[in-house]
């Protein structure tokens, strides 16, 4: 293929190390997940040389390996499907939930391209078939807002088969003339005197990890360089965030003790990318989100019981021992994942002995929350039979996950709470369960349906498990990274995880959200890229 753009040698003099594995493009992605392989392609298709560095021995990244699908509006299955539910309420709808935080040009560039890249990524062989309206145990069904109707749209594209479907992702980058490089991590930006950015240096790893010595010696032995070179003046950076440095997380969410959180986000996603784009000049923009949509009971267990009991709205209370939130919550993901962080991430169920042995003979008529955070399917009925609960819970009791009492000033005690607030929050609980009202979180007679009475009580600490950090970096419609004046770094762009103005700060009831950003952004930054090559 011939590209039709291209950056001489004399324009991009590039500083090769002597040993150093050499490569020349257009445009070089730091990432190969979702938005990176949408970027590549785009920039490829576009005829740019690209040059994708991943840091695992796998592309993908979440998108793949965690992802299930993505949110769209006006794609060819939604409009065969008779779903009207647009692109113009979608994006009123995030605006309303971002309370006017989110960067409004941005959110429509992105969304406004949606339906149009669910059908690209099709065609390019990563299919998807329309989900059906998701199931809220909750949900009266009234019309009664954007984000409620939205909630019973059909916009949610469920994966037809994603590791064949990201197969031929990465089959059609090679076939545009793209190079996907696996065990690569980018550790650096290189510029010229004067700013400009003339590719990047990056570092062979093991599986996205540092050399062993075996696999160095190996290297060595094969004659494969353990450094690399990308001459490239447009830099897309797609390194999926900082999940996997809680230090780091620990700093942009500092009311959080992060060693009481459950992390099962891209471990590899470490922060270097936003090292990189903080070195060539980009801003931050609002402090990054915590993509935190569902919750678990900390501690290892011989059964599932308790990752089903966490997700469940029965009774939560804080440390002190006081309700917090309505529990119906647990069924509409961005609230819960929210509820959870506002209790900086940790907080109790509640249940008796009623209740625990009503789940481990017959299950509950109440449906657990799905614990990856997507919303229930349609006919979702109760909980099955737990047969193996009260050995989990006797676990957790040794793991100090959780705790039990005989009655409300035992159990109190064993968990710390105010005596006095807990036993106060028993009674106006109970007495809501009894009228099948409940005046002080809202929550809706349907859910209210389990008293805490019979002792034993339990208590079990249920903290809130992060899959991802949102935004960070400061970008325009067009992907651009800005500075900290909001103008443009002139060949620096990025997206997903990585960039900022999407999400005010906030994560959308809106489920598909995360990876309609990252294909979208990917997509519109990979074309960025491609046209704003020097000619």
Known sequence: MTPAHSTPADQNPFPFRERAERHEADVVVLGGGGAGI????????????????????KPGGAAMFGGTGYAAYGSSAQREAGETFSAEEAVQAILEHTEGRADEALVRAVVARSGETADWLSAHGLKATLAEAPHDPADP?????????????????RYAS??????????????????VIPEA?????????????????????????PLSPERREQ?????????????????????????????????????????????????????????????????????????APAFSVPGRYSSKALALLANLPLLWV??????????????????????????GGRFWMILDSATVQRLTDQGLE???????????????????????????????????????????????????????????????????????????????????????????????????TVRGTLGGVRIDESARVLDAAGKPVPGL???????????????????????LFAFNSGRIAGESAAADLPR
């Open 38 to 57: 949408a970027a590549a392609l785009a920039a490829a298709e576009a005829g740019a040389r690209v040059v994708v560095l991943e840091k695992g021995n």
């Open 141 to 157: 069904g009234e019309d009664s807002g954007l984000l409620a109707r939205h909630r019973r749209a059909r916009t949610y594209h």
């Open 162 to 179: 994603k590791f064949g479907g990201f197969k031929k992702l990465l089959k059609a980058i090679e076939e545009a003339g793209g190079l």
């Open 185 to 209: 991590a980018a550790t650096e930006a290189v510029t010229d005197e004067q700013g400009r950015i003339l590719g990047v240096r990056a570092e062979r790893t093991e599986a996205g990890k």
């Open 219 to 291: 290297l060595r032995a094969d004659g494969v360089p353990e450094t690399i070179d990308v001459a490239a003046p447009a830099v897309v950076v797609a390194t999926g965030g900082f999940v996997g440095n809680q230090e780091l997380v620990g700093r942009a969410a500092p009311e959080l003790e992060t060693s009481r959180l459950r992390f099962t986000g891209e471990r590899k996603s470490v922060g270097t990318g936003r090292s990189v784009v903080q070195a060539l000049g980009g801003a931050g923009a609002e402090p990054a989100a915590l993509d």
């Open 318 to 343: 804080d440390d002190d021992g006081r309700r917090f939130a309505d529990e119906a919550s647990t069924y509409r993901f961005g609230d819960r994942g929210r509820a959870g962080l506002e209790r």
């Open 366 to 464: 109440l449906p657990p929350a799905e614990d990856h955070g997507a919303p229930l399917p349609p006919g979702t009925e109760g909980t099955p039979a737990q047969p193996q609960l009260v050995e989990a819970l006797e676990e957790a009791v040794e793991q100090g996950a959780a705790v039990l009492g005989a009655a409300p000033d035992d159990l109190a005690g064993a968990a710390g709470f105010h005596p006095e607030r807990f036993a106060e929050t028993l009674e106006r609980y109970n007495a809501a369960v009894q009228a099948g009202r409940d005046e002080q979180a809202g929550t809706p007679a349907a859910i209210l349906r389990h008293p805490v009475q019979e002792g034993p009580l339990y208590a079990v600490q249920v903290v809130s």
């Open 493 to 515: 762009y990025a997206v997903g995880n990585e960039a900022s103005g999407f999400w005010g700060g906030r994560y959308p009831q809106i489920d598909g959200l995360t990876l």
